[in-house]
């Protein structure tokens, strides 16, 4: 019983499982921060460190991301929270170190291209003379309004 558990965790990890894991989790910043990639250093991208992945980057804190964007709601209400490894943005867990560090090194190059993608577009948009929809920031940016503060 336990094999097949480990197998069905283990058969999550493989390029087209990290691709789409990520796919999913960058369509997601994609409605909620448009423009998130800006944020990201690819070159500094490393999802097993909470200040260099992908929420780290954008958001201060790996942590912190989850809460900002939305994946983690503390609230008392159930099934409030979607999975970070689902979205791409944690490893699989229950396997072992190996296959940790496997599927991390998956996810950041399918982040990576994720990043590269959405920065080509923006390139090729901008080049045609489209103009691009104003993105907004995210809530902890978005500075307050003075009036509330007289």
């Known amino acids: 019983m336990k094999l097949r558990w480990r197998r069905r965790r283990t058969d999550r990890i493989s390029w087209e499982a990290a691709?789409?894991?990520?796919?999913r989790g960058a369509a997601y910043l994609?409605?909620?921060?448009?423009?998130?990639?800006?944020?990201?250093?690819?070159d500094r991208l490393e999802l097993a460190?909470?200040?260099?992945?992908?929420?780290?980057?954008?958001?201060?804190?790996?942590?912190?991301g989850l809460t900002r964007a939305g994946l983690l709601n503390l609230?008392?209400?159930?099934l409030g929270s979607l999975s970070p490894v689902d979205y791409g943005f944690l490893c699989v867990?229950?396997?072992?170190?190996t296959m940790q560090a496997y599927d991390y090194a998956?996810?950041?190059?399918?982040?990576?291209?994720?990043?590269?993608?959405?920065?080509?577009?923006?390139?090729e948009a901008l080049a045609a003379g489209e103009e691009l929809p104003e993105f907004?920031?995210?809530?902890?940016?978005?500075?307050?309004?003075?009036?509330?503060?007289?």
């Open 106 to 123: 998956l996810l950041n190059r399918a982040w990576r291209e994720a990043i590269q993608r959405r920065r080509q577009r923006e390139a």
């Open 75 to 78: 609230s008392s209400a159930p």
């Open 93 to 97: 867990q229950g396997v072992d170190e």
């Open 49 to 64: 460190d909470g200040a260099l992945c992908v929420l780290g980057q954008r958001y201060g804190a790996f942590f912190q």
């Open 19 to 23: 691709c789409r894991r990520v796919a």
């Open 136 to 150: 907004a920031s995210a809530a902890h940016e978005r500075e307050a309004d003075p009036a509330t503060h007289e």
């Open 30 to 42: 994609d409605t909620i921060d448009p423009g998130w990639y800006r944020h990201v250093d690819p």
